[in-house]
């Protein structure tokens, strides 16, 4: 019987491999945390420069409206007085 003595695992090297890997995945959550939480932080600021795009979009339809109204008043009301 031959015995190879290089594939042998001992208890203190998987528990060092145990170790090592679960280092490994909370340094990889840890990561993928701060990215989530940058992530959510950019679609914070995104979304309140579009509120105030927006807003202004509103207030700028509003005056055009506004002001088309206002001129299809008096063209109306220029043809209906006109002296024939």
């Known amino acids: 019987m031959q015995l190879n003595l290089k594939e042998l695992v001992t208890k203190d090297d998987l528990a060092s491999t145990t170790k090592d890997l679960r280092q490994e995945i909370k340094d990889a959550e840890q990561r993928l945390n701060s990215r989530i939480e940058l992530l959510a932080a950019e679609q914070k600021t995104t979304r309140a420069e579009l ?21 299809l008043g008096i063209v109306v009301r220029l043809l209906l007085t006109r002296p024939a």
């Open 51 to 71: 509120k105030g795009d927006l807003a202004l979009l509103r207030w700028m339809v509003g005056i055009g409206m506004t002001v088309s109204i206002a001129m």
